[in-house]
């Protein structure tokens, strides 16, 4: 009896690890997947400024959708071999999970239960950020611990509605939640005037500001109450993938960190004696291939992308409408949190 339980036992665990195996290697194959396609599918916001949204012409902007396009002149050498797929909130796992996306790239915070219950893995940070709140000036309110008993708009299906609830009971105040399926409903509904207060990220509290009618009319209040890490995802088991994408985003922070950017990388690949931004730019070593590319991979994401910093700078930066100060995303040598791998 015992041995043809031992049996039953055994057959079991190989049949369970004959499945994960099975999974394993069904999602496997992404790179040569895209290859094969001839273009990279990107999930993206359905319209945040700064992060991605289309613009008057239509055409994809944001810093999100720059890091997709940095994928894409990765694998082909051309940054305009990307489809994006504007997600909201609900359906961006989902889109991941099932293969509809090769990578997710929509201000999405990495937190431990979708790093290790769903299948997932994140990349590495393209964004810190933090929720906040903001409110009309008329209220006269400096601070959310002045907003017990307030109605807040917040979108469902996100950290920022789990944080909202936390915040407050830690904090023995009370609110009234109103939740909507996209931020474009709970933004319009603030608007309006429906709700005393809207909480998101606080990178998107300056975006959803501009589609106000009157943006100046609105504070954002000082308290950050979260950590937001936001950046590209990937799904578990394909860890060429994940490889290549991760070292798309130390490429570009590399390339900031040593000053080439996408108006001198011509002049630097062609003068430097500097042994890091050769192998940077693909000059010294075979690098690109142990991520399945070309060795002038970096080059091509400097040239056609940028740096991390060019990115930053003319989606959510000086150069935007956002003007969002660096902050936490200033490089390591700048005090910031910003740090890429050595490429050796």
């Known amino acids: 009896m015992k041995k043809k339980l031992l049996s039953v036992m055994l057959g079991a665990s190989l049949a369970a690890s004959s499945f994960a195996a099975a999974v394993s290697g069904a999602s496997a194959g992404t790179l040569e997947d895209v290859k094969a396609r001839g273009y990279l599918n990107c999930g993206a916001n359905t319209g945040l400024i700064g992060f991605g949204a289309p613009n008057d012409k239509g055409e994809w902007t944001g810093l999100d959708v720059d890091f997709c396009r940095a994928v894409a002149s990765a694998v082909f050498g051309d940054a305009t071999k990307v489809k994006f797929v504007p997600l909201n909130a609900k359906e961006r796992f989902t889109a991941l999970q099932t293969g509809t996306i090769d990578v997710l790239s929509r201000n999405t915070t990495w937190t431990l239960s979708r790093d290790s219950q769903m299948g997932l893995m994140f990349a590495g940070v393209t964004y810190y950020d933090g929720q906040g709140f903001i409110v009309r000036k008329s209220l006269g309110i400096s601070s959310v611990l002045e907003l017990s008993g307030a109605s807040i708009c917040v979108q469902?299906?996100?950290?920022?509605?789990?944080?909202?609830?936390?915040?407050?009971?830690?904090?023995?105040?009370?609110?009234?939640?109103?939740?909507?399926?996209?931020?474009?409903?709970?933004?319009?509904?603030?608007?309006?005037?429906?709700?005393?207060?809207?909480?998101?990220?606080?990178?998107?509290?300056?975006?959803?500001?501009?589609?106000?009618?009157?943006?100046?009319?609105?504070?954002?209040?000082?308290?950050?109450?979260?950590?937001?890490?936001?950046?590209?995802?990937?799904?578990?088991?394909?860890?060429?993938?994940?490889?290549?994408?991760?070292?798309?985003?130390?490429?570009?922070?590399?390339?900031?960190?040593?000053?080439?950017?996408?108006?001198?990388?011509?002049?630097?690949?062609?003068?430097?004696?500097?042994?890091?931004?050769?192998?940077?730019?693909?000059?010294?070593?075979?690098?690109?291939?142990?991520?399945?590319?070309?060795?002038?991979?970096?080059?091509?994401?400097?040239?056609?992308?940028?740096?991390?910093?060019?990115?930053?700078?003319?989606?959510?930066?000086?150069?935007?409408?956002?003007?969002?100060?660096?902050?936490?995303?200033?490089?390591?040598?700048?005090?910031?949190?910003?740090?890429?791998?050595?490429?050796?």
């Open 156 to 344: 469902t299906g996100t950290t920022t509605e789990l944080n909202l609830a936390d915040y407050f009971r830690t904090h023995n105040m009370q609110f009234n939640p109103v939740v909507f399926e996209s931020a474009d409903e709970a933004v319009r509904a603030y608007d309006s005037g429906r709700c005393d207060a809207f909480t998101t990220d606080q990178s998107g509290l300056y975006a959803e500001r501009l589609k106000f009618a009157n943006p100046d009319e609105h504070v954002v209040l000082p308290e950050v109450i979260s950590k937001e890490p936001l950046g590209p995802v990937v799904r578990q088991g394909d860890d060429k993938w994940f490889t290549l994408v991760k070292w798309t985003l130390y490429a570009m922070i590399n390339a900031e960190e040593a000053g080439v950017t996408s108006k001198n990388v011509d002049e630097i690949k062609t003068s430097t004696q500097n042994p890091d931004i050769k192998r940077l730019l693909g000059t010294d070593g075979a690098f690109g291939e142990g991520l399945g590319v070309a060795n002038d991979w970096a080059y091509n994401i400097v040239k056609q992308v940028g740096n991390y910093g060019e990115v930053f700078d003319r989606n959510v930066g000086a150069g935007s409408r956002l003007g969002i100060a660096r902050g936490l995303n200033a490089l390591w040598t700048e005090k910031g949190l910003m740090y890429g791998m050595p490429i050796r």
